[in-house]
C-alpha cells in the first residue's frame, strides 16, 4: 500500500490504538489490513500506523454493510420461523391463539413486520436510535389495544408477546451466525435488543395499566 504523509500525530494511531478505537482485537484489525480492507502505512522500522480518519470510515461503511447483509436474511428466517413457531404451539396452553380473531392476526402481524424493521434499525446503530426506539414503543401500544379488544388478559397478551420476542430472537442468532457475525458485533446486537424487546413489554403493560388502573387499596 502506499505510504501516504503524517498530517499530524494526533490523526495517526498504532495497531492496539486502532483496535481499540474499533472495538476489535489487534490481531483481528491486523487480519483486516493485511486483506487490504481497511487503510494503512508503515514506519521506516516496518510498523502498521492507521489513520484516524480511515478508521472512521471503515466503521461507517461496515455498519452500513451489516445491516444490508443482515436484514434480508433475518426477514426470510423470521418468516420461516413464525410459521414453524405457530404449528407447534398447544392452544390449551397457549390461550391467546384462540382469542385473536382473523383479522385481528392480520394486524399483529402488520405490527410485527413493523416492530421487527424498526429493531433492525435500532440494534444496528450505535447512537441516535432513539427516533426508532420511541416508535417501536408507540406500535407497541398498538398491539395491546388489539389484545385488549381481543378481551386477552393481560397475562396472555405477555404470552402472545414473549411467542414474538422468542421467534426474533432466535432468528437472530441464526442469522448472525450465518452472515458470520463476529463477537463484537453480536454482544453490541445482543445488548440493544434486550434493551429494545424491555421497552416494547413495558410499553404493553402501560397500555394495559392506562385502560385497567389499578384499584386504590
Keep these: 500500500m502506499d505510504r501516504k504523509p503524517m498530517t499530524a500525530p494526533s490523526d495517526w494511531l498504532d495497531l492496539?490504538?486502532?483496535?481499540r478505537v474499533l472495538g476489535v482485537h489487534f490481531t483481528t484489525l491486523r487480519r483486516w489490513a493485511?486483506?487490504?480492507?481497511?487503510e494503512f502505512m508503515r514506519t521506516p522500522g516496518g510498523?502498521?500506523?492507521?489513520?484516524?480518519?480511515?478508521?472512521?470510515?471503515?466503521?461507517?461503511?461496515?455498519?452500513?454493510?451489516s445491516l444490508a447483509d443482515f436484514s434480508i436474511p433475518l426477514s426470510l428466517r423470521l418468516l420461516d420461523r413464525t410459521r414453524h413457531g405457530l404449528r407447534s404451539l398447544n392452544p390449551t396452553t397457549e390461550i391467546w391463539m384462540a382469542q385473536i380473531q382473523p383479522e385481528q392476526r392480520v394486524k399483529m402481524r402488520q405490527t410485527g413486520s413493523r416492530l421487527t424493521a424498526l429493531l433492525m434499525q435500532y440494534a444496528t446503530r450505535s447512537t441516535n436510535g432513539e427516533i426508532f426506539l420511541d416508535e417501536a414503543r408507540r406500535?407497541?401500544?398498538?398491539y395491546g389495544q388489539i389484545c385488549i379488544q381481543a378481551k386477552m388478559p393481560l397475562s396472555q397478551a405477555i404470552r402472545a408477546y414473549l411467542f414474538f420476542q422468542r421467534t426474533i430472537l432466535d432468528s437472530l442468532d441464526e442469522t448472525g451466525a450465518l452472515v458470520g457475525m463476529d463477537d463484537e458485533e453480536g454482544h453490541s446486537l445482543f445488548q440493544r435488543t434486550s434493551l429494545f424487546f424491555e421497552e416494547l413489554l413495558l410499553a404493553i403493560v402501560d397500555q394495559y395499566s392506562q385502560v385497567f388502573p389499578p384499584l386504590s387499596p
Design 16 to 19: 492496539s490504538e486502532a483496535a
Design 34 to 38: 493485511d486483506a487490504g480492507e481497511i
Design 47 to 65: 510498523r502498521r500506523r492507521f489513520q484516524r480518519g480511515a478508521l472512521e470510515q471503515f466503521i461507517q461503511a461496515r455498519k452500513q454493510s
Design 139 to 142: 406500535i407497541s401500544m398498538e
